[in-house]
């Protein structure tokens, strides 16, 4: 192979590598992906679609979809309910902490949808609110709660030990003071809505900052 002919193909291969690192936004793919924001984070392989589920109301009451406080943002939703006596505000606590350390933290929404709206409504955004200003809070009526978390994988369900206490409308002393099971992740969707990533226990703030700002950096 003359020099020229070796020039010209040195020049092609370096034109083909800047290019392909160009078009790919020099990102790393899915699973060199997945593995940096591991364990903090679990990347769905692709986003999954979930919009038409994601109807809910505020504190008026009024129909609320989440892309109307979005604002095109990414979105972190945090399932919880206001009278938790120490899960929901610990983790609330770690959602702030981890949203204070992220240097997109500009382009996140932070939701707390209540999975008890009976005892709630009224007091999402207070609540939701007392652990950072930029938190809002959201929730559905029962059933259309039990769709959306049925859609998105997600659980809710009054302690066993209480139940009979709570459906029995004559014991007005215990029915209205029950505790809730729920999900303990906290799920994470890109700007066009779709379920892009849950993350997971233990819910270090360092780890996920880095992890969420990681993702918003590479799956924008």
């Known amino acids: 192979?003359?020099?020229?002919?070796?020039?010209?193909?040195?020049?092609?291969?370096?034109?083909?590598?800047?290019?392909?690192?160009?078009?790919?936004g020099g990102k790393?793919?899915?699973?060199?992906?997945?593995?940096?924001?591991?364990?903090?984070?679990?990347?769905?392989?692709?986003?999954?679609?979930?919009s038409e589920k994601l109807k809910f109301i505020n504190d008026e009451s009024i129909a609320t979809h989440l892309s109307d406080v979005s604002q095109g943002k990414w979105v972190l939703l945090y399932f919880g309910y206001t009278s938790c006596p120490d899960v929901c505000p610990i983790d609330l606590s770690k959602i702030n902490l981890t949203y204070q350390m992220m240097e997109n933290k500009?382009?996140?929404?932070?939701?707390?949808?209540?999975?008890?709206?009976?005892r709630d409504i009224g007091k999402l955004d207070q609540f939701a609110?007392?652990?950072?200003?930029?938190?809002?809070?959201?929730?559905?009526?029962?059933?259309?709660?039990?769709?959306?978390?049925?859609?998105?994988?997600?659980?809710?369900?009054?302690?066993?030990?209480?139940?009979?206490?709570?459906?029995?409308h004559s014991n007005h002393d215990h029915g209205d003071h029950y505790d809730i099971d729920h999900t303990s992740s906290y799920l994470l969707f890109n700007p066009e809505l779709k379920l892009t990533a849950l993350l997971t226990s233990p819910h270090e703030p360092i780890a996920m900052a880095k992890a969420i700002d990681i993702i918003i950096e590479n799956l924008r």
């Open 28 to 50: 790393p793919n899915m699973q060199e992906l997945k593995k940096s924001v591991a364990p903090a984070a679990s990347l769905y392989p692709e986003a999954k679609s979930v």
């Open 106 to 118: 500009k382009k996140l929404q932070v939701v707390f949808i209540s999975v008890d709206p009976k």
């Open 129 to 168: 609110g007392a652990f950072n200003p930029t938190f809002l809070g959201l929730t559905a009526h029962q059933d259309e709660l039990m769709s959306i978390s049925s859609s998105l994988g997600v659980y809710h369900e009054v302690v066993e030990s209480q139940k009979l206490a709570l459906e029995d």
């Open 1 to 24: 192979m003359s020099k020229i002919a070796k020039i010209s193909l040195l020049l092609l291969v370096t034109i083909s590598a800047i290019s392909t690192f160009f078009y790919f």
